[in-house]
């Protein structure tokens, strides 16, 4: 083991990824399709071209292991890759555990959290092919955000629909939104045919990413060509980019004296942080050069992954996605307005479910009281306020940790700290002032 002062590992620019790993090759089973809403037969690059950049198609289908990471994304990525592996001492000290957890922290990007890993590139794509706006939904706002940077930086226009309840309950990530460039609508909205429908029938609704998902496809369908849609999570091109957080991880142990994780925590409401965290790592056990436990760490609120049915559905509530094989709660639940707003999504990943569904990756839930209790103590131990949704992962990790109190139960944790949580501090100010509630209505 390296000497107990050093607390973190940063690599050099120069060990920055090159290439996305795309995981689809290296599984034991092929993952069913997507299919397509009409026909119900095999989705084709064709199909989706005329919503997604056809870049982005093509990785969507790919059976190829490696994707170069193009130069123009790369230089963008330097601003704050590679991101800060940390050995969480005084957690452990506060734990009184044996365990030695590790956090891989994500909230170094320009807005604060992983989605960045993605929103660049699906802006970079758009760009080359000409595109001059994206539209896209979100939750928290952390999608949102990032992806009203991206297209600032490739010089498009950004239309977000936000989940209403978030909408409300964030305002400082709307102003971040705008402070980009975004222009940000409350969903459902009367703007959209999906929204107005939604309205009608419940106007009260505090919304979901599901609806949101229909009023930004909708908005790009009908935007004559001029825009496309951009998805912050679940599709396999979204994994594809968010793997860079698990390649710089295998870099990375090692300079801690570690030669795997024993186990990763990761949050999930959509799946691309704990895939892109995970399956660079699952590919070393699946080539038996590892051990790992994979644990992805669901709201209680939204137990897509615990509750759900693994089956075909729609990605939105007006059923205009494709068809995908994903653990699914149906695609007209509508979660409880919890804090953890990036969490509030009716399915999985097909790519994460697959790995579910195979058993090469564990499912757990947490309810909000639990999550904040979790991400308060880290906050407090590290000094590094925990996004809502991360404080899942946290809280699945810290149970563990405290059961593991004698040198034989030692292992190596690796918690995937999604990112920071500073503007989500009312939410946190809610928990400690004793009015946070479990609302679960399952």
């Not at 991400?375 to 809280?395: D, K």
């Amino acid at each position: 083991m390296v000497d107990d002062t050093l607390v973190k590992a940063l690599l050099a620019e120069s060990e920055m990824p090159t290439q996305w790993y795309n995981i689809v090759p290296d599984l034991p089973e092929p993952p069913p399709p997507h299919l397509h809403p009409g026909t119900r037969g095999p989705l084709t690059v064709n199909d989706m071209a005329p919503i997604f950049a056809r870049a982005l198609c093509e990785q969507e289908f790919s059976t190829e292991r490696y994707v170069d990471i193009p130069e123009a994304v790369a230089e963008v990525y330097r601003i704050w890759r590679p991101s800060p592996l940390f050995r969480a001492r005084r957690l452990e000290k506060a734990l009184s555990t044996s365990a030695r957890i590790y956090y891989k922290y994500e909230g170094t990007s320009p807005i604060g959290s992983h989605k960045a890993n993605s929103s660049v590139p699906q802006a970079y794509y758009n760009s080359v092919e000409g595109v001059s706006r994206l539209t896209t939904e979100t939750g928290a706002g952390q999608w949102g955000s990032a992806l009203a940077f991206a297209c600032q930086v490739f010089g498009m226009g950004c239309e977000i629909w936000q989940v209403r309840a978030s909408y409300e309950g964030k305002p400082y990530r709307r102003m971040l939104m705008e402070t980009f460039g975004g222009t940000v609508h409350p969903s459902p909205s009367d703007l959209t045919e999906s929204g107005r429908a939604v309205l009608a029938a419940h106007p009260d609704t505090p919304g979901s990413l599901g609806m949101a998902v229909s009023e930004a496809i909708e908005a790009a369908a009908g935007s004559g060509g001029a825009a496309k849609y951009a998805l912050g999570s679940v599709l396999n091109h979204v994994v594809l980019h968010q793997s860079v957080i698990g390649e710089e991880v295998l870099r990375q142990l090692p300079m801690f004296g570690e030669e795997q994780a024993d186990v990763v925590y990761g949050c999930a409401g959509g799946g691309s942080n704990l895939a892109g965290l995970s399956f660079p790592l699952l590919r070393e056990k699946l080539a038996g050069h590892a051990d790992t436990r994979f644990v992805a760490v669901e709201p209680a609120a939204c137990p897509s992954l615990t509750q759900g049915r693994y089956e075909y559905d729609h990605g939105d509530v007006a059923g205009l996605t494709p068809l995908l094989k994903m653990y699914t709660l149906g695609q007209d639940f509508v979660p409880d307005p919890i804090h953890a707003g990036g969490l509030r999504y009716h399915g999985m990943s097909p790519l994460l479910s697959h790995t579910v569904n195979l058993g090469l990756v564990e499912a757990a839930a947490v309810g909000q009281q639990e999550a904040f209790e979790a991400g308060v103590l880290f906050a407090r131990a590290e000094g590094l306020v925990p996004a809502p949704e991360s404080c899942h992962a946290v809280a699945a990790a810290v149970a563990d940790a405290r059961s593991r109190t004698r040198p034989e139960d030692s292992v190596a944790m690796v918690i995937g700290l999604s990112g920071h949580g500073q503007l989500d501090l009312p939410a946190y100010q809610t928990y400690l002032s004793g009015d946070l509630a479990d609302t679960v209505r399952l």
